[in-house]
T-cell receptor, first 114, second 118 residues
Framework: EAQVTQNPRYLITVTGKKLTVTCSQNMNHEYMSWYRQDPGLGLRQIYYSMNVEVTDKGDVPEGYKVSRKEKRNFPLILESPSPNQTSLYFC?????????????FGPGTRLTVL | AQSVAQPEDQVNVAEGNPLTVKCTYSVSGNPYLFWYVQYPNRGLQFLLKYITGDNLVKGSYGFEAEFNKSQTSFHLKKPSALVSDSALYFCAVRGLLNYGGSQGNLIFGKGTKLSVKP
């Protein structure tokens, strides 16, 4: 089954404790992206990757890091999480970064930082 | 700057009635427009898109959307709503970063909660 998977689905952590949210897709997609969803703000892009070893900042990159060492994986790293990073996070992928390609989304990771 | 607006936080419809979820946009160049749906505790699912061609686009689950260039709108419609259509709907747009340049990133609206009552 073609899908985007994220782990963990739920995470409660404390301020300053480094964490990684994994994202993997099995569709051989070149383009991958991370979003955060907050009430009343919709989805905002954190980072994106157009291909292996090619990443760039989205609209809200502060406090996050990413890497793209393999085509299928695009982990999101929070080096020192803070309470304002409490949010619902989605990973997405698409075939290429052409404007007309729809994105496929993972199930989401709900992160709470205390 | 590119932007997309969904003016209604919530739309309430009775089952069997037609529904409309509104979306307006602002981009440079010709827009690529999308609708996504999010069911509770799920990720977003693609519904339909407008790239070029006919202004009326048909998508999944009986939904359709009409692209109106003069009004810069891309409203989502369905002739007869179902209770199972109740979900959060997002409009999204991509336009040129600068005129004649590369595509910008996908910009999402804030979402509209659709509630269909039996």
């Amino acid at each position: 089954e073609a899908q985007v998977t994220q782990n963990p689905r739920y995470l409660i952590t404390v301020t300053g404790k480094k964490l990684t949210v994994t994202c993997s897709q099995n569709m051989n997609h070149e383009y991958m992206s991370w979003y955060r969803q907050d009430p009343g703000l919709g989805l905002r892009q954190i980072y994106y990757s157009m291909n292996v070893e090619v990443t760039d900042k989205g609209d809200v990159p502060e406090g996050y890091k990413v890497s793209r060492k393999e085509k299928r994986n695009f982990p999101l790293i929070l080096e020192s999480p803070s309470p304002n990073q409490t949010s619902l996070y989605f990973c997405a992928s698409s075939l290429r970064d052409r404007g007309d390609n729809e994105q496929f989304f993972g199930p989401g990771t709900r992160l709470t930082v205390l | 700057a590119q932007s997309v607006a969904q003016p209604e936080d919530q739309v309430n419809v009775a089952e069997g009635n037609p529904l409309t979820v509104k979306c307006t946009y602002s981009v440079s160049g010709n827009p690529y427009l999308f609708w996504y749906v999010q069911y509770p505790n799920r990720g977003l699912q693609f519904l339909l898109k407008y790239i070029t061609g006919d202004n009326l686009v048909k998508g999944s689950y009986g939904f359709e959307a009409e692209f109106n260039k003069s009004q810069t709108s891309f409203h989502l419609k369905k002739p007869s709503a179902l209770v199972s259509d109740s979900a959060l709907y997002f409009c999204a747009v991509r336009g040129l970063l600068n005129y004649g340049g590369s595509q910008g990133n996908l910009i999402f609206g804030k979402g509209t909660k659709l509630s269909v009552k039996p």
